[in-house]
């Protein structure tokens, strides 16, 4: 059998490096989009309870609201961040940004169920934003400035979360809910003139083919893992199309992996996926995933419920969200330290700590989830570790993964994170589910219910420290990166001399 073609070596497109002030900007401009990006995927939270009410669909037809962004959002950021290694990632973050602010503005002008769920397939692509990012923060920056950016970045994630909540439950509340479509319209447009303004294109690119057969097969197998995921409390995880999804899943990415390994530019390059240090990175991506989430949906439903369940303080959505911003707030102060741990004892270090702080997190909500300080200060401890923990995993792929292929490695990094997410939701649903009672002839979960569930999460963060402990050190691997960080050098002290 002939032996596959070789593999193009990693090319340098022309630089577009911006001077002064568009230089500077450039951190804080990807910051903002990452943020964005989040509460985009935030703000349709409160709007579920009176969605079926405003477009005049079932109450299932608009959780699809939530479940194609996620579905989106999963398919796109891998194959996204494949072709920013090969196109250029910061052709690709426009393309990105400009399919979420279209879809904000879909949503904007519509009261259609169809249109709607349609507009935020759109919006998924924005997942892809924050891997993106990283990569031309990767290419962009030198090693000290580095650490610090990618850790705000990673940041955003949840600094995006904590905002969206509460302000989208403000505009749902005092205005008409379109009007919460055309500011994330706006605000999306004025990202993508950011970007075209203040972010360089990064000079490393990966030449070759983008295997569309590789990306539709990934499409179908995620496309089944996490629609049974998702709809399983709802259908039944016992259920003909939920198991039929399941086995689909299995099958499909079973054939897709095989193919991949043939492939001489595959969408994924699966061999780099099973090094331990890439492999073990993706693996506490998804547990840490599982456990950070778990945090915003069980804080959010135990503050809401009545108070005559006995433990609930019967806040509304907008007082819910505001419980959740100090947790926001405590990622962005605490993303500078996390930086800094990483670059003093590297970032598996960082990532097993803050798994074991966000395990410490869930011990406090089991401790004491009555009063409201002290849920404030469970889950802001929750998010700290957080915090740590998605700022190391990024730097362990950076050291990992070749320049050339950042963007994937990144991108299948954030899909585990949205796999882990997805099993959260599904997993918290079944125990909330199966631990419930009356009240007022309503069923309501029993706080043992939310004590298992906070159990189950740091039991899952605890296992995420353990999986982190055993990723293997070392410095950063020989070939594209060094060859491109040598190349880079060169060329700044040319400039620097002219």
């Known amino acids: 059998m002939a032996s596959p073609a070789p593999i193009p070596p990693p090319t340098r497109a022309p630089s577009r490096r911006a001077g002064g002030l568009r230089a500077r900007l ?4 990807l910051a903002y989009c990452g943020t964005l990006m989040a509460v985009m995927q935030t703000v349709v939270v409160p709007l ?6 405003l477009t005049g669909a079932s109450a299932g037809a608009v959780s699809w609201t939530v479940t194609a962004s996620l579905l989106s959002g999963a398919v796109l950021t891998p194959v996204l961040g494949r072709a920013g290694d090969m196109y250029g990632k910061r052709r690709v973050l426009l393309l990105s940004f400009g399919l979420m602010a279209l879809g904000s503005v879909i949503c904007a002008l519509t009261s259609e169920i169809g249109v709607l769920i349609t507009a935020r397939v759109l919006q998924g692509a924005a997942y892809s934003v924050v891997p993106l990012s990283i990569s031309i923060l990767r290419d962009e920056l030198p090693p000290q400035r580095r650490g610090s950016a990618v850790a705000l970045m990673s940041s955003t994630v949840g600094i995006g979360a904590a905002l969206g909540l509460p302000a989208a439950a403000l505009v749902v509340q005092y205005a008409n809910w379109h009007v919460m479509f055309w500011v994330t319209a706006v605000l999306g447009m004025t990202g993508v003139a950011l970007i075209r303004w203040a972010v360089p294109e990064s000079p ?3 030449p070759g083919r983008f295997d569309v057969t590789g990306a539709t097969g990934l499409a179908a197998g995620l496309i089944c893992l996490l629609l049974a995921v998702s709809q399983g409390g709802q259908w039944g995880w016992g259920s003909v199309p939920v198991l039929s999804l399941f ?4 099958v499909v990415l079973t054939l897709w992996g095989r193919r991949q390994l043939r492939t001489p530019e595959p969408l994924v390059d699966l061999r780099l996926v099973s090094r331990p240090r890439v492999g073990l990175s993706h693996v506490a991506a998804l547990l840490t995933g599982f456990a950070f989430y778990a945090n915003s949906l069980v804080t959010a439903q135990l503050v809401q419920a009545p108070e005559a369940s006995g433990y609930g303080l019967g806040l509304s959505i907008a007082q819910t969200g505001l419980c959740l911003l100090p947790g926001g707030i405590s990622m962005l102060l605490f993303s500078p330290l996390s930086a800094r741990i990483s670059e003093v004892r590297g970032p598996r270090v960082t990532l097993a700590l803050g798994a074991a702080v966000i395990a410490a997190g869930y ?4 401790a004491d989830s009555h009063e409201l300080w002290m849920i404030m200060v469970g889950a802001a401890v929750v998010a700290i570790g957080t915090t740590l923990a998605y700022s190391a995993l990024p730097a362990l792929i950076l050291r990992a993964a070749p320049a050339d292929q950042t963007a994937s490695a990144n991108g299948v990094n954030v899909l585990m994170r949205t796999i882990g997410q997805a099993t959260s939701s599904a997993v918290v649903a079944a125990v909330l589910v199966h631990h419930t009672g009356l009240v007022g002839g309503t069923p309501v979960p029993t706080l043992h219910g939310y004590l298992l569930a906070f159990g189950v999460a740091g039991a899952v963060a605890l296992a ?3 999986v982190a402990l055993t990723i293997p050190g070392g410095p950063e691997p020989e070939g594209p990166r060094r060859a491109d960080a040598r190349t880079r050098s060169v060329e700044d002290g040319a400039r620097e001399g002219a």
Do not use: E, H
């Open 363 to 366: 011990a406090v909500r089991i």
């Open 247 to 250: 086995l689909g899943a299995v």
């Open 464 to 466: 995420a420290c353990a």
């Open 204 to 206: 490393v690119r990966r």
């Open 26 to 29: 450039a951190i804080p401009v």
């Open 48 to 53: 579920l309870p009176d969605l079926p009410r």
